[in-house]
Structures are given as structure tokens and as C-alpha cells.
């Protein structure tokens, strides 16, 4: 029962992630492959918040929002002047320097050795699967509202055409920064609930497999749907859960997992681009 | 002064390593334009080809050869059954990258299934090292040195002075064009995957031939390369080679300056800002 919801609890954290990944990639057409940094940040944040000042978890929540909602303003900027791979690219950068600055300042976030004693606000996994269950559904609230507003439309007027959208009175750098200020923000959010159920993070957890994986369960779930996130998250959380009933060893299913994920992407790009719940499809 | 000449010494040795990198990189994705991220799946398979080879035959030369060979052969086949397809289906920049990019990371876990995360030392080969006027001068840093030197030259004549290499500026600069005056564009760009994947292979053999197989090393090496063929704007060869000596350079005052820990932030870095300054620093997709 234990390892069950264990499960749950990581198909909630990835569920919301995927949606709040899915402000940037269905509603305003961003391949972002930074958004593990948005999360680690949050998560960084908090604990760092936690740990060295004794600050409350509640209270460290919009502090790790705030500082993944600064972390997306290059992004918001790469996205008003890039489109294309070009914007991928540099969504990538972002990540490696996010990335960097995690391993590397040592002295703050504990380099590669990261922070461990994380404090348990909660306790219990019980009472931690309640609390994701109600962050979903708070991400899901938060999802209908922002995309069936007028703000959704204007993201997706100019997703499908920035040209067109300007000429109706869209404003782009407003538009952008308001979806990606979302989607960080709660990436922030989630990271600082995930840093508080495991107790310890270092930087490789939010790195680029960890993108990857995010990009993947949109894509394969499908973009630009409340289910696509969800449906994309039970696919690539279960199969790794999957293999550890295998007698293979652990650096083994790692090794076949990011196979896994890599193939599932392939798939995507070439055959199934509109995902499993036919959301958008990427010119 | 010695303490300078040193760095740019050591930045001009790790620049060659990226100068084939960023030579192979930039051919393909001119002519492609396939954000060609898998360019660091064929090294990483080309140096365990050079590592097995060269355990059994001893020979460096044989070894890179085999590498080259074997980079060349992946080269074709990832032409062949992806980036073509992507011509076909008329797929976005992006797309097309993250397919590259799938096959980086597929290939990334098949060898880690097969042979492990951890680096491989190569016993059998050790670089040899020389004092000269002060400086101490590996084996290894020459033979980099020769083949970046070895592969712009003969790249740059080919590309320049040949026919061959009109056919393949004309089709970096319209694809379209390019096939409408009645052209083979398919048969080109599996030309080109092939020619450009050998550079490629061979820095994967001198590389095994330095350090052993360090599966880890090739995500940095490849981002330096693309790096570089970025910073090379629209050259197909002195561009590239000349934006990896820059990145060579960066490298080795940082970790001079800093650390070794911070050697890759500033390329990343540079990555951001040229992006973000020189708006048209990729080319646009067909």
C-alpha cells in the first residue's frame, strides 16, 4: 500500500508539472526544455529558506514561485525574439546555466552533495497524497480558468500567429510573460512541495533528463489538453515503477528508462504528434 | 607571460578537439536543417568503436579509422531514416531537433545498458610528453591539433574548389532552389552526413586515445561544438573551426580564472547571449 502511494504521489508531482509545463508548450507554443530549472529553483528555494533561516514551509511556497517566476524573464525574452529551434535552443541554455550555478555554487545550494535534512511539513504519505490530489486539482482550477479566459485565447491567438495576434491587439512581451510567469510559478511551487516530500535534492535531479521527461509527457499526452498532462504523466511514471519489478539493477533501469524516454519522443515527433488525447499539433 | 601562452596554448589543443565537432555539425545542419544534436550520439559510439578496435589491433591509426568509419556509416544511417523523413513530413525546427535530440538520448541509454555510466581508462595507449621551450606538449594535443588542421584544410578545399562543394553552398543557401534546378538534394545531404560524420569519428578516436571513453564528456563536447558552429554563423568550415578555438580559449581561461568546475558555464553562456543578440544566428527552416 505504501509503494502504491508512493506512485500516486509521483504521478501527482509530474501531473502537475505537466500541466503547468503545458502553459508554455500547448497554450503559447514553447518547446521549453528549461523547465526542470523552474522547478529546481523552487525547490531550491524553499529549502534553502527551511534549512538556513527556519523559515515555514507554507511561507517559503511564494518565495520558490517568486524566484522561478524571475527565472523564466530570459525565457520570456528569448521567446519575444526567437521562434523555432533557435527558441528551443536557447530555452536549453537556460537550463545548462541554471544548472551550473546549482552544481557549482557550493557554498549556497551544497553543490553536487546538494541539501539533505529537508523537514516533512506533513507527514505520512497518506497525508502527503491528500495534499498533491488538492495541488492538482488547484493546478487543474488554475488551468480552466487562465486557458478559458480571455488570457488563454490571447496565448493561443498567438501561439497559432504571432502576426495576426499583434494586428488584433495582442501584446506579445505581456502575453508571453504572463504564461510563462504562470508556468513557473507553479513549477516553483511543485518543486518546493517535492524538496519537502524527499527530504534532499541536488542538482541532478532537475537537469536536462528530468526537461526531457516533462517535454515528453506533454507531447506524448497531448499538448493543449487538461487530460493530454495527466494521461502523459501516468504513461512515463508507471513504466519506470514497471521495471523495478525486474531483476535488473538500478543503473540498468535508469539506463532503459532514458532509453524508453527518448524512443517515446521519437515516436511522438514522427508518428503521433498530436499526443495520445489528440492536443495540439506543432507545425 | 609564460602563465598566458600556457591558457592559449591549452585553449588552442581543446579548441581543435570542438573544431571537428562543430565542422561535422555545421555541413549537416546547412544542409538539412536538422538541428543536428545526434552529432553527439556518433561520437559517443565511434569511441567505444575505437576503444574495442584499437584493444585488438593495438594501432591508433587503425582505431580512428574504424572510428571514422563507424561514425560515417551512423552518419548515412541517421540520414537515411530520420532526417530524410523529417524532409518528407515538411517538419518544424523544432521537431526536427527533438527528434536529433531523441536519438542523442536513446543512444545515451542503450550504451549506458550495455557497457555503464563510468568512464573507461585505455591502458594500452599512453600519450607521449615532451618539454619544449617551457611548455609541456602531449602526443595527444598534436594529433588534435593535426586532425582539426588536417580537416579544415581539406574540408575547406573541397567545399571552395570543387564542384561538389559549390553544389553543397548552393544547397545550404536554398534548399528549394537547389531541387528546383533539378539537383539530388537527398543524395547530397547523405553525401554530406557522411563527410561531415568523419571528423567526428576522428575526434572520438583521439579523444579515447587521450582519456579512455568518459560517456559523460560527450554532452559537454557536443554543446561546445554546436557552440562553436553557431558563433561560425554561415561558414561551412573556417567559422566553425575558428568560433572552437574561441570556445578552446573561454574554456581554459575559466578554468585558469575560476575553476574546472565552471569551464562549461561560460559557453553556455555565450550560447544564450548570441542566440538572443544575432536573432538569425540559425538558419531558417526550409
Redesign the interface.
Known amino acids: 500500500m505504501e509503494y502504491i502511494l508512493h506512485v500516486l504521489v509521483y504521478w501527482a508531482f509530474f501531473s502537475v508539472l505537466a500541466l503547468s509545463l503545458d502553459f508554455a508548450v500547448g497554450q503559447l507554443g514553447i518547446l521549453s526544455l528549461c523547465h526542470s530549472a523552474f522547478f529546481g529553483v523552487g525547490a531550491y528555494t524553499s529549502a534553502l529558506l527551511v534549512l538556513r533561516l527556519d523559515a515555514p514551509f507554507w511561507l517559503s511556497l511564494p518565495a520558490a514561485a517568486l524566484i522561478a517566476v524571475l527565472l523564466a524573464l530570459p525565457l520570456a525574452l528569448a521567446s519575444r525574439r526567437l521562434r523555432h529551434d533557435a527558441l528551443v535552443v536557447a530555452s536549453l541554455a537556460i537550463l545548462l546555466i541554471t544548472v551550473e550555478l546549482l552544481k557549482n555554487l557550493r557554498g549556497i545550494t551544497g553543490g553536487l552533495q546538494g541539501l539533505a535534512g529537508i523537514p516533512d511539513p506533513v507527514g505520512g504519505r497518506e497525508a502527503w497524497i491528500c495534499l498533491l490530489l488538492l495541488l492538482l486539482g488547484i493546478s487543474l482550477w488554475v488551468w480552466y480558468t487562465i486557458t478559458q479566459s480571455s488570457a488563454g485565447r490571447s496565448f493561443r491567438a498567438f501561439r497559432d500567429s504571432p502576426e495576426l495576434a499583434v494586428s488584433l491587439g495582442v501584446v506579445p512581451g505581456r502575453t508571453l510573460w504572463a504564461g510563462l510567469s504562470v508556468s513557473a510559478g507553479l513549477a516553483g511551487v511543485a518543486g518546493a512541495f517535492f524538496a519537502s516530500y524527499i527530504g534532499y535534492i541536488n542538482p541532478t535531479v532537475f537537469g536536462f533528463d528530468q526537461s526531457v521527461l516533462l517535454l515528453s509527457m506533454i507531447l506524448i499526452g497531448g499538448a493543449a489538453t487538461a487530460s493530454g498532462p495527466l494521461v502523459g504523466s501516468a504513461v512515463l511514471v508507471l513504466i519506470p515503477e514497471l521495471l523495478r519489478f525486474t531483476p535488473l539493477t538500478t543503473p540498468k533501469v535508469g539506463a532503459i528508462q532514458q532509453a524508453l524516454y527518448g524512443l517515446a519522443l521519437l515516436i511522438v515527433c514522427l508518428w503521433r504528434p498530436r499526443g495520445l488525447m489528440r492536443g495540439y499539433r506543432f507545425h | 607571460m609564460t602563465l598566458t601562452l600556457e591558457i592559449i596554448k591549452n585553449g588552442l589543443f581543446q579548441g581543435s578537439l570542438i573544431a571537428l565537432i562543430a565542422v561535422g555539425f555545421s555541413l549537416v545542419y546547412a544542409t538539412t536543417r536538422v538541428?543536428h544534436i545526434a552529432i553527439g550520439a556518433l561520437y559517443l559510439w565511434s569511441s567505444y568503436v575505437a576503444v574495442f578496435v584499437g584493444q585488438n589491433h593495438g594501432s591508433l591509426a587503425v582505431a580512428c579509422i574504424a572510428a571514422a568509419a563507424a561514425a560515417a556509416l551512423l552518419g548515412l544511417l541517421l540520414d537515411r531514416s530520420?532526417y530524410r523523413?523529417f524532409q518528407t513530413?515538411e517538419?518544424?525546427?523544432?521537431?526536427?531537433?527533438?527528434?536529433s535530440?531523441?536519438?542523442?538520448?536513446?543512444?545515451?541509454?542503450?550504451i549506458?545498458?550495455i557497457w555503464?555510466?563510468q568512464p573507461r581508462g585505455v591502458s594500452w595507449w599512453s600519450p607521449q610528453a615532451t618539454v619544449f621551450r617551457g611548455f609541456v606538449l602531449s602526443s595527444s594535443d598534436a594529433y588534435h591539433l593535426g586532425a582539426a588542421l588536417f580537416t579544415g584544410v581539406t574540408l575547406g578545399l573541397l567545399i571552395h574548389r570543387t564542384n561538389l562543394g559549390l553544389h553543397v553552398r548552393a544547397c545550404a543557401d536554398d534548399a528549394s532552389l537547389f531541387e528546383l534546378l533539378g539537383h539530388p538534394s537527398n543524395r547530397l545531404r547523405a553525401l554530406v552526413s557522411v563527410v561531415a560524420a568523419i571528423p567526428v569519428g576522428l575526434a572520438a578516436g583521439l579523444q579515447a586515445y587521450r582519456i579512455g571513453i568518459d560517456p559523460a564528456a560527450a554532452?559537454p563536447i557536443t554543446?561546445s561544438g554546436?557552440v562553436a558552429a553557431i558563433i561560425g554563423g554561415r561558414s561551412l568550415v573556417l567559422g566553425p573551426i575558428l568560433g572552437a578555438m574561441l570556445i578552446g580559449l573561454v574554456r581554459s581561461g575559466t578554468t585558469f580564472l575560476f575553476s574546472d568546475?565552471?569551464k562549461?558555464?561560460p559557453v553556455?553562456?555565450l550560447?544564450?547571449i548570441i542566440?538572443?543578440v544575432h536573432?538569425r544566428?540559425?538558419r531558417e527552416?526550409v
Open positions: 538541428f530520420l523523413r513530413m517538419a518544424s525546427g523544432s521537431i526536427r531537433l527533438l527528434g535530440l531523441s536519438v542523442l538520448i536513446i543512444s545515451s541509454g542503450v549506458a545498458l555503464g555510466n554532452w554543446v554546436v568546475y565552471w562549461d558555464t553556455y553562456l550560447l544564450l542566440l538572443l536573432r544566428a540559425l527552416p
